[in-house]
């Protein structure tokens, strides 16, 4: 059973760039049907999608979020990343890692998230 | 872009009341449409994809119908693990988007 795990700092400072690893377990991330990806929800609010990364390198992201934003994958170490720079207090969220269905277009597992705080 | 519009924000029902969560797209997105079911402190869940097809393992009593603008997420009869916040998210084309959310509360 496919299984992803969110990993990194809790607390930034404004201006910094927020870097998380997702880490994945049970299966493959070399399927071509699938493509890996980050979501975010600040506290008591909806969901936002960042962005999609297949492991050829094609890359999707969040025209809102795409200067600050780069997805990467490393599929010999079974993790895929997330850099946000210059981040601000309004990117404070909780972080989820989720595998993405290329035909389904769906995202589905999730990790269970990783809490960020961007505070001086 | 998409923008994915969800109704009501907030719906309050007792256990056995049938709920409807509708969704609507600003513009036709066929059937690639996804529900996903949230509990507090928890990631969220996929639940129905492709407007109308259950994720394994969803009870029976879910439902999701649906084409092109509107779509409706139905709880036939509802139960207590069924409280919950349910987001909609369309699959039509990047940027990917999903709707506010409706909280399904006592």
């Keep these: 059973q496919l299984q992803l795990q969110e990993s990194g700092p809790g607390l930034l400072r404004p201006s910094e760039t927020l870097s998380l690893t997702c880490s994945v377990s049970g299966d493959s991330m070399g399927d071509s049907d699938y493509h890996w990806g980050w979501i975010r929800q600040p506290p008591g609010k909806g969901l936002e999608w960042i962005g999609i990364m297949h492991y050829s390198g094609s890359a999707y992201y969040n025209p809102s979020l795409k200067s600050r934003v780069t997805i990467s994958v490393d599929t010999s170490k079974r993790q895929f990343f997330l850099d946000l720079s210059s981040v601000t207090a309004t990117d404070t969220a909780i972080y989820y890692c989720a595998r993405y269905g290329t035909s389904s277009g769906c995202f589905d597992p999730w990790g269970q998230g990783a809490f960020v705080s961007v505070s001086s | ?106």
């Design chain 2, 1 to 106: 872009d998409i923008q994915m519009t969800q109704s009501p924000s907030s719906v309050s029902a007792s256990v056995g009341d049938r709920v409807t969560i509708t969704c609507r797209a600003s513009q036709t997105i066929g059937s690639f449409l996804a529900w996903y079911q949230q509990k507090p402190g928890e990631a969220p869940k996929l639940f129905v994809y492709s407007a109308s097809n259950l994720q394994g393992g969803v009870p029976s009593r879910f439902s999701g119908s649906g084409y092109g603008t509107d779509f409706t997420l139905t709880i036939s009869s509802l139960q207590p693990e069924d409280f919950a916040t349910y987001y909609c998210q369309q699959a039509m084309s990047f940027p990917l988007a999903f709707g506010q959310g409706t909280k399904v509360e006592i």
